[in-house]
């Protein structure tokens, strides 16, 4: 039988090594010390080096409040600290985890030489230690106030452990996640982490920063942009949680957690696994994200002594605790919402304005019974703005003959109808027709209600007018203003001098409400300077003042009281960003092309949009808006890709993510981008596979450009993952992507900056403005109307050129439109 061999006590030496070795596992750890030991001596700015992962060397610098000499004898000798003077110390005070450990336990496993000079002294000391002794006596030196730590040489007196951490470079991302974390979380101070020799850091954040700036810089922008504010201060269980988590358009393949109690950077599995199970809810499965959680407790429900470095720690009250965090990060991602992907498109309710009004007001749509009811002219001014569309007065003509002419007037019975529908109670209409669909009839419908509306037009501008891809009558050009004008003039002169036809009474009537003063508030209001008047007038100063007076106040001096002339404004763009936190851009290159666009805004136009009220969609291309007392027809597509540009460049850096379910290929969409007819493609241009792979190529070396500045992420395979969100609730169509693809690939001059941006932001607006009608948008109107028209309403800046290209074009004045139903 052998014998028990003999118990002998471990030499000392090696028993402090051991326990150093339990406190102190990889550089990270001694790292983390340090800071926390820099942080509570009051340092604004902190600075790291290290040289071979740590392992060689790991310095840090800081301008805290430094160490008596008189203290430079014991201060690495285990259990001594200036933080805790008693066992219930611990318990009290504000911070956890002082036992005067960390330095004692690196003086056993590294050479540690201390330099710190206190605010009194004239000088610094300096001094070396080895397990947990004194060198040598502290010797003076030169020195700035606050305190150097050098660790050289770690575990050289512990081979296994040397030989079980990993490469240098795992080491320095350990200790760059370190790093990181704190400088988040002490965003008032200024840390530094360099790679010994290096002069460009590895890590940099200012002092008095904020955490999220410091988020940006540290992990970038697209966690900057999604992040959700989460606080909570809770009496019962005497916490209190600040914390930033990104929302659900964010994710990541791995979770990052920066978990902060008391100011220590701690791990709990508990908090871990709650947020996790949380996001699980709002994240596809694999998806993963970014929180930064810091929550501070009554320091007497903690135990730090789970674990002899500190990380994990449990506290009182734990599972109430986390219930409540959780509840609190909940509250916030629901109120957020969106999980934006791309495929779950917002549904509106059924409405086609289209139909219904073309319908009531077309006779050949007619079909509906009638109510004799006499209608006043001025009920047919849609004075109030939710009265939004034609639908309101339910037209309804009726005609003996469809073909009459309207000249055999006394043949053709018409009734007007105006049913007040209950408020908030729009009428759903069938969403399967419009008049664009019926396309042999169209332009026969669409002209005869331009026949209605424009009496004074010949046949063939009607015919122009008709087919709107020809080209119109310009805005600016002269004849239709002086038309217009001339009528004017006339048919004022018949209202006041009381002509006895139906239409002049109408007409009498109108312009009696719009004089009467109980409504020259509203009627300011519709024709602020640019809104009722013919563009046309916009370039005729006189005229248009002259125009204005007589349809406000037609009792007063014509050359009196005007309301046209006032002052340029400095145009304000608003944000449609969807995203909590914005961001402030300051490259040159954005905001020059921002003001080109505040250069050359039509302001004429600008007062007609803002005053708008949609009437309907005629078709993809056009709808029909009321500015004042004026119809106009809109080029929608021409309109929305300067909306979408304007939006590309004032949310710029802003947008929010807008990610597709499954990413897509670049070289695929390309491929079918070549496909189209659009593109152009022939046999000159190369083989198309050849040509998409450089697509693919070309787009990838931008990938990083494209993901900060644009949303538009792509991964290092080449597949697409996401676009920007530039409107809520609004998402191009796919067919539109392969094209678009192409042409960001073929179309934008990547070697400028500025000419780079502007073609981006060009070529996105232009994607964005297609609106397509198909199986894949079946409310295409209804987002015309409630989500494109009010962006375009609210502020679309209109380049000049809309005035004189059909974008915008006047087709009829209101009382024109009176004269003729009441003729009828
Ligand atoms: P603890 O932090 O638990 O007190 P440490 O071993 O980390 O134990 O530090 C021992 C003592 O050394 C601290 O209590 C503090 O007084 C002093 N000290 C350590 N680092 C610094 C520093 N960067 N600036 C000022 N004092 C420091
Ligand atoms: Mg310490």
């Not at 291309?621 to 979408?644: H, M, R, V």
């Amino acid at each position: 039988m052998s014998r028990p061999a003999k118990i002998r006590k471990l030499d000392e030496t090696v028993v402090n090594r051991i326990a150093a070795g339990e406190v102190i596992q990889r550089p990270a750890n001694a790292l983390k010390e340090l800071i926390e030991n820099s942080l509570d001596a009051k340092a604004s700015s902190i600075q790291v080096t290290v040289k071979e992962g740590g392992l060689k060397i790991l310095q840090i610098q800081d301008n805290g409040t430094g160490i008596r000499k008189e203290d430079m004898d014991i201060v690495c000798e285990r259990f001594t600290t200036s933080k805790l003077q008693q066992f219930e110390d611990l318990k009290s005070i504000a911070t956890f985890g002082f036992r005067g450990e960390a330095l004692a336990s690196i003086s056993h496993v590294a050479q540690l030489t201390i330099t710190t000079k206190v605010a009194d002294d004239p000088c610094a000391y300096k001094a070396s230690y080895i397990d947990s002794k004194l060198k040598a006596p502290p010797k003076p030196c030169a020195g700035s106030q606050g305190t150097t730590i050098l660790i050289e040489n770690l575990f050289y007196n512990v081979p296994t452990r040397r030989r079980a951490l990993k490469s240098p470079a795992e080491e320095l991302s350990r200790i760059t996640e370190v790093v990181n974390k704190y400088a988040i979380h002490n965003s008032n101070v200024g840390f530094v982490l360099r790679k010994h020799g290096d002069i460009v850091p590895q890590v940099r954040t200012q002092h008095n920063s904020t955490k999220v700036a410091n988020i940006q810089t540290i992990f970038g922008v697209a966690v900057a942009r999604e992040l959700l504010e989460v606080e909570h201060t809770d009496d019962t269980y005497k916490f209190k949680l600040c914390g930033l988590v990104t929302n659900a358009n964010y994710s990541n393949k791995n979770f990052t957690l920066l978990l902060f109690i008391n100011n220590r950077l701690v791990e709990s599995t508990p908090i871990k696994k709650m947020l996790e199970d949380l996001y699980s809810v709002y994240l596809p499965r694999k998806a993963h994200p970014w929180c930064y959680i810091s929550l501070e407790i009554n320091p007497a429900n903690i135990d730090v002594n789970v674990h002899p470095t500190k990380h994990e720690v449990r506290f009182l009250h734990e599972e109430a605790i986390i219930g409540k965090v959780k509840d609190a990060v909940d509250a916030q991602l629901l109120g957020n919402n969106a999980s934006r992907t791309f495929y779950a498109q917002a549904r509106l309710p059924q409405v086609d304005i289209t139909k219904q009004a073309l319908e009531e007001v077309i006779p050949e749509y007619s079909n509906a019974g009638n109510k004799e009811k006499p209608v006043h002219a001025y009920q047919m001014i849609r004075t109030d703005s939710s009265d939004q569309k034609l639908e309101k007065f339910n037209f309804t003509v009726n005609t003996s003959s469809a073909n009459q002419s309207l000249n055999e007037s006394k043949e053709v019975k018409s009734t007007i109808v105006t049913e007040c529908k209950e408020e908030g109670q729009p009428k759903r209409l069938n969403p399967t027709k419009c008049a664009a669909e019926k396309a042999p009839n169209e332009s026969s419908f669409f002209e005869s209600l331009l026949e209605d509306c424009l009496p004074h037009q010949t046949s063939t501008q009607v015919e122009n007018l008709a087919k709107p891809s020809t080209s119109y009558a310009p805005l600016d050009g002269n004849t239709k203003a002086q038309d217009v004008s001339e009528i004017e003039n006339d048919e004022v002169e018949k209202a006041v001098s009381g002509g006895d036809s139906t239409t002049d009474e109408a007409l009498k009537r109108v312009f009696q409400y719009l004089g009467n003063r109980d409504n020259i508030d509203y009627v300011k209001t519709i024709v602020e300077p640019g809104s009722s008047q013919d563009l046309a007038d916009r370039h005729d100063g006189s005229k248009t003042k002259k125009t204005d007076s007589q349809i406000t106040s037609p009792s007063k001096n014509a050359t009196g009281e005007t309301t046209s002339g006032s002052k340029p404004k400095k145009p304000e763009f608003k944000s449609y960003s969807v995203n909590a936190t914005r961001r402030e851009v300051k490259l040159t290159s954005v905001l020059k092309l921002r003001k080109n666009v505040e250069d050359n805004y039509h302001e004429g136009l600008r007062d007609i949009l803002s005053n708008m009220i949609f009437v309907g969609c005629v078709d993809e291309t056009f709808a029909l808006i009321q500015s004042g007392l004026n119809l106009y027809i809109c080029n929608t597509p021409k309109l929305l890709e300067e909306l979408f540009y304007e939006i590309m460049l004032y949310d710029f850096e802003n947008y929010g993510v807008m990610q597709f379910s499954e990413p897509v290929s670049l070289s695929d969409l390309a491929m079918l981008g070549l496909e189209t007819e659009e593109a152009g493609w022939t046999e000159e241009d190369g083989e198309k596979e050849e040509l998409a792979n450089s697509v693919k190529e070309l787009l990838l070396e931008k990938a990083d450009m494209m993901n900060e500045y644009f949303s538009i992420i792509i991964d290092k395979k080449g597949m697409l993952k996401s676009l920007p969100i530039l409107l809520d609730k609004y998402f191009p169509s796919k067919a539109g992507m392969p094209l678009y693809v192409l042409r960001l690939a073929t179309e934008v001059d990547w070697n400028a900056e500025q000419s780079c941006f502007d073609g981006i932001c060009r070529e996105t607006a232009k994607y964005f403005s297609y609106v397509s009608r198909n199986d894949e948008n079946p409310e295409w109107q209804n987002v015309t109307e409630h989500i494109l028209y009010p962006a375009i309403k609210n502020s679309l800046l209109p380049p000049k050129h809309f005035a004189h290209d059909s974008t915008i074009l006047q087709i009829a004045r209101l009382p024109d439109l009176y004269r003729v139903f009441e003729r009828c």
